[in-house]
């Protein structure tokens, strides 16, 4: 069985990240930005909240054909910990293959980690195919079954065809379905990894884990002290 995982967006609000990893997640990736503009209001919150959790995660950016530096600046601005890995989200209205290069090269130059590039087969197809494998970065692969249940329940039903490669590349993650029963949500995506836990890790966050949330170190407080009086020496000096 595969390691499996999710990714979000404000769309599902408040998500139980404990909960998400009791029920067997292991990691997951949630909407940074979009664009040159666009920014995720639930990113900042489900970056605090992930931090102390068990969860290997990272954000994505939902490219589309606005300049690439700015897209990059727009991300790196609202990412608020460039340690945080960024997959780039690459389908409707992202271009061709030459966009999503040129977006790769400035989140680079902005000094951003892209471990993924989340590009189904069906946009790749439509915008006239072209090289994956010569961006050097994995393939996050998308293909939906469409039974329901929990993610282990519908993973039975995907067949290894899912796995095949594209555009010079082989999947290291698939999306398989977009209505998994997660943590109380009746539909989430879900994401399949065939590896172990540390290969996973090793995909994500490279030699860079994200740093927990700090705990603020407590401020010192002045307390008084009781004097009597009597026990002051006091001495009145006069002319």
């Known amino acids: ?65 606005s300049s690439p530096a700015a897209q990059a600046a727009n991300c790196k601005a609202h990412l608020g910990d460039t340690s945080i890995p960024v997959a780039l989200d690459w389908e409707a209205n992202g271009g061709n293959v030459s966009n999503l290069r040129n977006v790769l090269a400035a989140f680079k130059a902005a000094g951003l980690r892209v471990p993924l590039l989340y590009a189904p087969r069906w946009y790749w197809s439509q915008v006239g195919g072209g090289d994956l494998a010569g961006m050097g970065v994995p ?22 065809s899912y796995w095949a490669a594209y555009g010079g590349l082989s999947p290291s993650i698939l999306q398989f379905s977009s209505s ?29 884990t994200p740093a927990p949330t700090p705990t603020p170190t407590p401020t010192p407080t002045r307390q008084m002290t009781n004097i009597n009086i009597n026990q002051l020496n006091l001495r009145y000096f006069s002319e």
């Open 1 to 65: 069985m595969p390691i499996f995982g999710v990714d979000v967006s404000h769309w599902q609000g408040a998500v139980d990240w404990n909960r998400v990893y009791n029920e067997g997640f292991r990691f997951a990736f949630c909407k940074c930005t979009e664009g040159s503009g666009f920014r995720d209001n639930r990113w900042p919150s489900h970056r605090n909240a992930l931090r102390n959790t068990q969860m290997i995660w990272g954000a994505y950016h939902y490219v589309n054909t």
């Open 139 to 160: 393939l996050w692969a998308s293909r939906y079954v469409t039974t329901d249940g929990t993610a282990s329940q519908i993973y039975n039903s995907v067949p290894s």
């Open 180 to 208: 998994a029963n997660v943590a109380g949500f009746a539909s989430m995506d879900v994401n399949a990894y065939l590896g172990d836990i540390g290969q996973l890790r090793a995909l994500i966050y490279g030699g860079a």
